[in-house]
């Protein structure tokens, strides 16, 4: 693994289905992020992660749920998925250290389609 | 509420300089990132601003005014390969990052 990894690339699922979309770290990144892209719209944050252990709520956390067990993982799971969640999924990781940018870099993303 | 501008579409030609934009109101300033994404790829990092002024980086130099709430990101000798979407984000008090919806950049020969 070289960098940040997500699974599955694109996934296709009925509506009501339980879906959870994998994100796996090597760069010993502190901090992880969960984003949706939408056309016409910027990226929005559904969790974060500051650290192994812990969890935030980002802009639009409804719907969606996380866990950090591990540094390198951090799967995002729709209890419940509705066609609103339609979106393109990407994954990002950054150092979480105090001063500098703390640059997020960003997985190939998850193109998730609900019908 | 939080807001960051920036147009939706500009095009250049092959070999010329282009500038594009990005005005932000934020609670909070912690920086502002300028990342490239091609279609159907992750952004990638491009410039990081948090004090007044130009940052250069090859081709590509990115321009802060905290005072004005405004950036530039300004690329030369443009090539084909630049064709993409350039989104602007900034860092808020809580330390989030707040998008831009982006501006798809198209490049002609």
């Known amino acids: 693994i070289a960098g940040i990894t997500q699974a599955p690339t694109s996934q296709i699922l009925a509506a009501g289905r339980r879906m959870t979309l994998r994100c796996t770290q090597d760069m010993r990144h502190n901090a992880m992020y969960w984003y949706r892209q939408d056309l016409g719209l910027g990226l929005r944050l559904i969790h974060y992660?500051?650290?192994?252990?812990?969890?935030g709520k980002g802009e639009v956390p409804d719907g969606y749920s996380v866990s950090r067990a591990n540094t390198d993982d951090f799967p995002l799971t729709l209890a419940s998925a509705v066609p609103s969640q339609t979106s393109v999924y990407f994954c990002?990781?950054?150092?979480?250290?105090?001063?500098?940018?703390?640059?997020?870099?960003f997985g190939p993303g998850t193109r998730l389609t609900v019908l | 509420g939080q807001n960051i501008d920036q147009p939706t579409e500009m095009t250049a030609t092959e070999g010329a300089i282009v500038q594009i934009n990005c005005t932000y109101q934020?609670?909070?300033?912690?920086?502002l990132f300028w990342y490239q994404q091609h279609a159907g790829e992750a952004p990638t990092f491009l410039s990081y601003?948090?004090l007044d002024g130009l940052e250069e980086k090859g081709r590509f130099s990115s321009f802060l005014s905290r005072s004005k709430g405004y950036s530039y990101l300004l690329l030369k000798e443009l090539q084909m390969k630049d064709s993409a979407s350039y989104l602007c984000a900034v860092r808020d008090s809580n330390y989030q990052l707040i998008w831009g919806a982006g501006t798809k950049l198209i490049i002609k020969p």
């Open positions: 992660s500051n650290t192994a252990g812990t969890t």
């Open positions: 601003n948090v």
């Open positions: 934020t609670s909070g300033f912690n920086g």
């Open positions: 990002a990781s950054s150092p979480g250290l105090a001063g500098g940018p703390d640059t997020q870099y």
